[in-house]
């Protein structure tokens, strides 16, 4: 299995975190397209169902660790009280 690209990494953590498309669109620069293209290619490479699933096989193969989610996490938790 070859490894994620850094934006299909990104995407998808920022999708573990709870991020929409949109969301995720906005603080990448990128267009909600681009991110659902990104997200299909992850779930292809990694033979995932969803999102969740696609964030559990990338845990599990090596591509994002359990810090990655705590880092992405503890951000959105802080955007959202302010």
């Known amino acids: 299995m070859r490894g ?3 934006r299909q990494r990104q995407t998808l953590l920022l999708a573990a975190g709870g991020h929409t ?3 995720i669109a906005a603080r990448l620069g990128i267009h909600p397209f681009t991110v659902n293209r990104h997200l299909s290619e992850v779930y ?3 033979g ?3 999102r969740t699933h696609a964030v559990v096989l990338a845990i599990y193969h090596g591509h994002i660790t359990l ?3 705590t880092a992405i ?3 959105h938790t802080e955007e ?3």
């Open 4 to 6: 994620l690209t850094v």
């Open 21 to 23: 498309n949109a969301g």
């Open 44 to 46: 292809r490479q990694l």
């Open 48 to 50: 995932a169902r969803d």
């Open 67 to 69: 810090a990655d989610l």
């Open 73 to 75: 996490a503890t951000t």
């Open 80 to 82: 959202a009280a302010a």
